[in-house]
């Protein structure tokens, strides 16, 4: 598809950085150009020749979004701001691709499928759902749901390669069942569902593979980097956040059906061999 008519908010994040190099035509912005939650901004902004918003905007600081403060970051970006995009769609006639989390779910479905009723545990989780049902009254949008994203930018592998390095043997929580996401595998399902014209709706996307707790994946972790000497031990979720405050709860089974996008033609990369190919380029 024409690079230029894609316009991409939160272009500085995980997935906005990533979506760039998918598209080097593609318009974009990141909070200092265009701040989704300016109900103005978005109305005036110049969409002429856009056809298709790409929104990697988002307030991910789980806990964060516990704090009074965080609250209400996290739906203005998450919520508010969701809906003056999706007025921006409805008005220019573009499409809406949006990212959702399965944080809108409790975690306790086995699998979950894209139609399970919503169940968030925590205020981030409130503000994804909320988010999804704003962008679902459009006639034109892709909603990818997704799960622990790994791209450029802060997240988990980053931050147990730096207690790997620091010859730190952590305590890890190993009952949250799920698979890594890797942003470039959100790229590919998100250019493979507007270039065949899939039916519009919500997807789940995450990379395919074994599913595995956060203490598994950290011993692949170290295993990858060298360090077999360092020990992980497993603790429970209560038990790691016990204590401290504005900890939000979070969901334990993070399993996502992936059906509904191989149907469309789609086929989901292993995490674990884009997990070995990351690990070897950060450590390049
Ligand atoms: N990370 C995960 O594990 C995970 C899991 C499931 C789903 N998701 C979803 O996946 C999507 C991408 O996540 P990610 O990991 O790429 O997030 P990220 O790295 O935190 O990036 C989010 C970006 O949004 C920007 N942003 C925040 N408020 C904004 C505003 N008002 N206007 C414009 N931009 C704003 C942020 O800018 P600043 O940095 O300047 O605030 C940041 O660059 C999100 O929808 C997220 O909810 C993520």
Redesign the pocket.
Known sequence: MDDSSIFI????????TALRAQYPGAQF???NE????SEESVANFDWSGITTVL??????NVDGAETPEGRVAAW???AT?VGYLVKACQAHNMTLV??????VFDGTAEVHLETEDFSPLNVYGDS?AAGDLLVQQLDSYYILR????I?E???FVRTMLGLAEKGISPTVVSDQIGRL?F?DELVRAIDHLLSSNAATGTYNVTNDGPLESWAQITRRIFSLAGHDELTVTDTSTEEYFAGKENIAPRPLGSNMSLSKIHETGFTSNDWTTALEQYVKKELA
Not at 9 to 16: E, F, I, R
Not at 55 to 60: G, Q
């Open positions: 908010v939160g272009a500085n994040g995980q997935l906005g912005a990141d909070i265009l701040d989704i939650t929104n990697a905007a988002a307030f991910t203005k970006v998450n701001a949006h990212i959702s989390s399965d944080y994804k997704t799960t622990w994203v791209g930018g802060k997240n996401t942003t």
